[in-house]
């Protein structure tokens, strides 16, 4: 099967493309090249920059969501620190990805149903299965902060810790995280399993 | 002096037409048609509807921070239950502002530095000088999450909540805003007084 392989090459070239250049600077025609692919093989998969951009953003949330949703700690295997750390490196890595996500939820005012869905029900839903029902939202509001942490600028970050040591501002936001989080529905309960 | 007079009518209109036709509806004809104004005097202070949008979201801005800064709350005089409420209620109110206040960070990658120091920074530094530094990360988390919750559609807000009643929805949104916010340095810390 040559398809899903190309498929790879192009949207791991898409995401390459928008770290270095952002949403705007994305072009077919550069994915191509760095893919080492035809423009006319791209546009035959993504016909336009949006529907490449919707893919690789797609891409990258269901990478996201599946970390989360499989991640060692729903076994009380790893720690809250460990799951945080893991996802706010991820988002990190992915900055300009997790920008256009921002940018397309603001403009249309609400995630679509469908994205909404394939996206990060399943993580709430296992959390809801596994600490009752106001786990979803403490789920929700962990993975929103932790993904607009990822995305504030380096200045925007040390204003916001109050200190000019991005190190320092990196584990500031973690530790926050971590007490932020430590607070929730799996603090007194064990796991229930489903 | 009547120039100020005009400058709130105008923003006072551009609010409401922001908020019954949202961003891209903004027209400076309709907004100088409900304040009562001629076009000529909308434009002779804001040139384009971005000046009058930047300038619309910046008085809202205003009004939401002081609100939080000035707060009962700091004198002990008013609940963590009453600031959150006071300040999810207005983002509410003001849904299409709070998104594009959104939509505008998120197309820039940042706000801008002065938008920043004349924003949030005062009221995080009133934390921080009554809870310690930590507070800043608490404050700017709370009030992030709030704003975003406040925005969300109805359909978003009930999917997050795992139910079908929207008031119900709303409940579960300050409850947990409040559990959040209740692990905060203001837990165990007396305020101190700067």
């Not at 191509?32 to 035809?38: D, I, K, W």
């Not at 994205?115 to 990060?120: A, F, I, V």
């Not at 504030?152 to 200190?163: P, Q, R, V, W, Y």
Request: aromatic letters at 8%; one cysteine or more; hydrophobic letters at 40%.
């Amino acid at each position: 099967m040559e398809k899903p392989h190309t498929l790879d090459q192009i949207i791991s070239a898409a995401t390459e493309e928008l770290e270095e250049r952002g949403i705007n600077g994305l072009r077919v025609r550069l994915v191509a090249e760095r893919a080492g692919l035809s423009p006319g093989t791209v546009t035959h998969y993504y016909p336009t920059t949006q529907h490449l951009l919707d893919a690789t953003i797609e891409s990258f949330q269901q990478q996201a969501w599946d970390m989360l949703s499989n991640h060692p700690w729903f076994e009380g295997e790893s720690t809250l620190e460990q799951v945080l750390t893991d996802f706010y490196g991820l988002c990190r890595a992915n900055r300009e990805l997790v920008r256009a996500r921002f940018f397309l939820t603001a403009r249309e005012g609400n995630v679509s149903d469908t994205n909404w869905r394939q996206s990060l029900e399943p993580f709430l839903n296992r959390l809801a299965q596994a600490y009752g029902p106001a786990a979803r939202l403490y789920g929700h509001s962990i993975v929103l902060l932790t993904m607009r942490f990822a995305f504030h600028s380096k200045d925007e970050l040390l204003a916001i810790c109050g200190t000019k040591d991005l190190d320092a501002a990196h584990e500031m936001v973690i530790e926050h995280l971590v007490t932020l989080a430590a607070s929730g529905p799996w603090s007194t309960t064990s796991p229930r399993r489903a």
